[in-house]
């Protein structure tokens, strides 16, 4: 009923930028919170940054002053901006979203596929 749709991901050189988009589609009464997390291989996965639907914004320690979250509620997408990217933002992204369906009063967390990013030279 619902898809989270993420692009953007790929392969930068250190010092690089990256903007990831993750549009959501469905059967979408409202969009609440909308969060970025990511992991790498054999770690658990966290959280990035957040913004909920009056766009208050929350981020990680580690992105602080480096990611920039934002969402454009007319279509339902919430952005990732990755600047003075390092070899340790390396891992596969996941956007997701805390969403309510027509007819029903319940929010559920949807998931996007994960997108990778690496940083190498």
């Known amino acids: 009923q619902v898809q989270l749709v993420e692009s953007g991901g790929g392969l930068v050189q250190p010092g690089g930028s990256l903007r990831l988009s993750c549009a959501a589609s469905g059967s979408i009464s409202s969009i609440n919170a909308m969060a970025w997390y990511r992991q790498v291989l054999g770690n658990q996965r966290e959280l990035v940054a957040l913004i909920t639907s009056g766009g208050s914004t929350n981020y990680a320690d580690s992105v602080k002053g480096q990611f920039t979250i934002s969402r454009d509620n007319a279509k339902n997408t919430v952005y990732l901006q990755m600047n003075s990217l390092k070899p340790e933002d390396t891992a596969v992204y996941y956007c997701?979203?805390?969403?309510?369906?027509?007819?029903?009063?319940?929010?559920?967390?949807?998931w996007g596929q994960g997108t990778q990013v690496t940083i190498s030279s």
């Open positions: 997701s979203a805390d969403i309510k369906l027509y007819g029903s009063s319940l929010l559920y967390r949807y």
